[in-house]
């Protein structure tokens, strides 16, 4: 294993025990010879174990950022105020509270969305995903226009205008369309450190979390995010229901 992935695996691990995330024994976290992270196991596990528990404070969103009050001020929500939250902690470096986490993540996902506009057009000339992702970069980029650039110009955040540019955005959106689960009511969606290291997006569900339901109107609130957002972001709200609802002090646990 490369000595650089070593380190920041270990700094991973020692940052999960200090915030109280706690992974069964019967996992490793391992990395590919191309430098990616995984969770392999070592032993046999059954339908119904217990593999993880990690509290809803350690999840990076939009409440839990330091860029929470900037957020809020703009008026921004859903994967929009998530990418601005991640950018944001991204750009802290050693002194964002996450920053052992962040540094597991690719700086993009390989997604077509960031692909280079000559490589996306001919590959995927004369698809439908072809007119999707070019309406994707169209809504983004507008999207950046209209609420990223004024956080910059406003300097409320305090941060270099690169590490808010549009190649960024595109690159915190590519990291979401993947990575992120939609926690409850009061986070929204965030990224769940551990959680997005498993096989949770496939044709077979390999883990699911499990805690107690609140009462709320979830449901239609999803749905109608569901119908006025771009495919890119549909790909993230498909995924609300993946972490149920529940008391923001009540651990998420993730069950086989």
């Given at each position: ?10 700094a ?7 915030h109280?995330i706690?992974c ?26 217990l ?10 969103t939009p409440?839990t950022?330091?860029a ?12 929009l105020a ?7 902690e991204?750009a ?8 052992a986490y ?5 700086e ?9 506009a000559?490589?996306?057009e001919r590959?995927?000339?004369?698809t439908?995903l ?12 507008e999207d ?22 549009l ?5 915190a ?13 009061y ?6 450190p551990?959680?997005?290291l498993?096989?949770h ?5 390999h ?5 107690l339901?609140e009462?709320?109107?979830s449901d239609?609130?999803d749905s109608?995010?569901q119908s006025n957002?771009s495919a890119?972001?549909?790909s ?12 923001d002090?009540?651990?998420?646990e993730?069950?086989?």
């Open positions: 294993m490369d000595t650089s992935i070593a380190r920041r695996l270990r991973f691990r020692r940052w999960m025990r200090d109280g706690v069964s024994d019967a996992l490793r976290l391992d990395a590919s010879e191309a430098g990616g992270v995984y969770v392999r196991a070592l032993a046999a596990l059954s339908e119904g174990d593999v993880a528990t990690i509290p809803r404070g350690a999840c990076l409440r950022s330091g929470a009050a900037a957020i809020e001020a703009a008026e921004l929500g859903g994967p998530l990418a601005v939250a991640v950018m944001y991204r802290r470096g050693s002194e964002s509270p996450w920053n962040l540094r597991l993540l690719p993009c996902e390989p997604v077509p969305l960031v692909w280079p000559d490589e996306a590959l995927l000339a004369g439908e072809d007119k999707i992702v070019k309406q994707d970069r169209q809504f983004i980029s950046w226009k209209e609420c990223i650039e004024p956080l910059i110009l406003s300097e409320e955040l305090q941060i270099q205008p690169d590490d808010f540019s190649e960024k955005y595109f690159s959106k590519s990291l979401l369309s993947s990575r992120s689960f939609r926690i409850d009511s986070h929204g969606s965030g990224m769940v551990l959680a997005d498993f096989n997006k496939t044709g077979g569900e883990v699911h979390f499990t805690s339901l009462a709320s109107d239609d609130e109608d995010d957002a890119d972001e549909q993230i709200i498909a995924k609300s229901a993946d972490i149920p609802s529940g008391n002090d009540e651990d998420l993730m069950m086989l």
